[in-house]
């Protein structure tokens, strides 16, 4: 396996034929063999700056990517180099050296631009390899092609768009100073090498608008390229012997520079990550060699936007995709802030304007050079549609909510109307009193929005002939029990009249009885009076006789005592011895 075994030099992967990218199909037949994860590393920079030298260290050789001598760019497209991972077991370290940018006998920006772009989008490290130091030209640079590729990832991978975070997708940045000549110091303290690119890339926080276009750039990187590394390289030699770097020794190169080669390819071999598609897709031969196919055949379509003037390129690009970001800002402060229907006009455009202005806002941080505000009065454009429709939307919503409620709240009495409920004299009474409980109940209800009246009037007048009916038969049942009720009142005076003579009748037989009564309790008191009486002679006769009894005994104690005095008083007066007394 190609992946298992190390290719012995380097090919062309890709190429510029007449303006045109041709893709090399031996490199991608080597490609669809391996089978392993890859790890690819690719370096971008202006021509003659050392990139070659820099891979070929990476390979672990001195020749291999043409190191050129002259003023004029040596390695044209990309060309790859495929061998074992000197760290990673099971994995192939891919790595592609690119075309020098700026070589001015060329005089190509869209090559330029094509090759940095696929770059970026290829490789899962991405080593930007600059001059001397951080400038703001390079900055900008990297943050145009780097928009650029972001734009053509998303039209050649439609179905990732907007579905991952471009940081999931975009390579780990390793920018390589070569010939670095400041000293690593901020306000007389010493600083690393990555801190000098942090700080390099640190958007200012003044919120001043002038540095807008300054913090832009920065602030792309950020989100881009989360992770980064920075390598500052000494000169390697004197430069008479730059011509034939690949031809010297160690000990022919300057001690520093050969140790900052050393730790640049370690950190490459420890950190280099592999190559993931977002959804976290791990690529291998094949995968890599779809990628370079895909985006070759998007640039040649001409998906790739024109480069003759970055600035106005790069600014469509920003402005469209700030005016898109505000937008979809303004989309979900809406969605998470109003709930439709809102009661007035007032709260909605209330709503709308805090959305707007914050809609604004957004657009006003991302976007870039809007100068003649076209984009900005796009925005505004949209967001005036956005709230007519809003409103629209407000309007039906509260026609259709209310509709519903209506149709919940008076459904039962229309059933009743069906049932016959109100089919009785008073019933349109009735119906009118229940159908007015029902409105309050409607208007007690939150929320109907601007259309609760117009739509609930609408409601009642499309049933005005259910009430016009509940009110005819109320008026035919009504003149029926008026004239059954008139022969029921006649019918009850009838009836009355006979009670009264039946009451009449029965008063009599109750008088008739109650003289009876009293008659028969005259006589009952009279044989009382009588027997009374009776009695009481009865006890006089005896208490009468008993009297007479009592004076008779007392008379004959009376007389049996005068006796015995009488004998008493005779023997008194008799001798005692006169024999011829007995008693």
């Known amino acids: 396996m190609v992946s298992e075994t190390q290719m012995p030099d380097p090919m062309s992967l890709i190429e510029n034929i007449e303006g045109k990218l041709l893709v090399n199909q031996e490199a991608l037949k080597i490609l669809s063999t391996i089978t392993q994860p890859v790890d690819v590393v690719a370096i971008v920079g202006l021509y003659r700056t050392g990139k070659s030298y820099l891979m070929n260290k990476l390979a672990g050789k001195d020749k291999g990517f043409s190191v050129g001598s002259t003023v004029r760019s040596h390695t044209k497209g990309i060309w790859m180099w495929c061998m074992p991972h000197p760290n990673k077991p099971n994995h192939t370290l891919v790595l592609l050296d690119t075309e020098g940018l700026g070589d001015v006998e060329k005089g190509d920006k869209e090559n330029d631009t094509q090759i940095f772009a696929l770059a970026i989008l290829l490789s899962s490290t991405f080593v930007y390899n600059t001059m001397n130091k951080i400038d703001q030209r390079s900055i900008d640079l990297l943050h145009y092609v780097t928009e650029l590729s972001d734009l053509l990832r998303t039209v050649s991978s439609p179905e990732h768009d907007k579905v991952e975070d471009a940081t999931s997708f975009y390579p780990d940045l390793v920018w390589t100073l070569r010939d670095f000549f400041l000293n690593l110091e901020v306000d007389g303290k010493p600083i690393t090498a990555d801190e000098y690119l942090k700080n390099s890339v640190m958007p200012k926080e003044d919120m001043d608008q002038r540095l807008h276009n300054f913090n832009l750039p920065r602030l792309c990187i950020q989100k881009f390229f989360p992770n980064k590394k920075c390598f500052i390289f000494d000169s390697p030699s004197h430069r008479k012997n730059l011509s034939r770097l690949e031809t010297l020794h160690n000990n022919d190169l ?274 009382i009076e009588r027997q009374r009486q009776i009695a009481e002679a009865n006890r006089a006769m005896e208490r009468r006789l008993q009297q007479e009894a009592e004076a008779h005994q007392r008379r004959i104690e009376e007389e049996m005592r005068k006796l015995v005095q009488t004998r008493q008083q005779l023997q008194a007066n008799i001798p005692s011895n006169d024999p011829c007394i007995i008693l």
């Open 254 to 527: 300057n001690p520093e520079f050969v140790q900052q080669i050393t730790d640049f390819c370690s950190y490459i071999f420890c950190n280099s990550k592999t190559k993931t598609l977002p959804k976290g897709i791990i690529v291998n031969g094949p995968d890599l060699e779809k990628l370079v196919l895909t985006y070759v055949d998007a640039i040649n379509h001409g998906d790739l936007p024109c480069t003759e003037n970055s600035v106005l390129v790069l600014a469509q690009i920003k402005n469209t995709e700030a005016v898109q970001k505000a937008i979809a800002h303004y989309d979900h402060q809406m969605k998470e802030k109003v709930q439709l229907p809102t009661e007035t006009l007032e709260e909605l455009l209330d709503l709308h304007r805090v959305s707007e202005r914050e809609a604004t806002e957004v657009f006003m941080k991302i976007s870039f050079r809007d100068e003649d505000q076209t984009y900005q009065k796009e925005l505004e454009m949209l967001l005036e549609a956005k709230q007519n429709d809003f409103c629209k939307q407000n309007l039906k919503a509260s026609r259709d909510h209310c509709s519903a409620l209506l149709q919940k709240i008076f459904d039962p009495l229309e059933d009743d109307v069906k049932q016959g409920i109100y089919a009785k004299p008073g019933g349109h009474k009735l119906f009118i009193q229940k159908r007015e409980e029902l409105k309050a109940k409607y208007y007690q209800e939150p929320k109907k929005g601007m259309k609760a009246e117009e739509t609930l009037q609408e409601y009642l007048q499309s049933k005005e002939s259910m009430s016009n009916a509940v009110l005819q038969t109320d008026l035919t049942l009504t003149a029926k029990e008026k004239e059954m009720e008139a022969e029921h009142q006649r019918a009850l005076a009838a009836q009355a009249e006979a009670q009264r003579l039946q009451e009449i009748q029965r008063q009599n037989q109750l008088m008739m009885e109650e003289r009876e009564r009293r008659h028969l309790e005259q006589v009952r008191q009279m044989e």
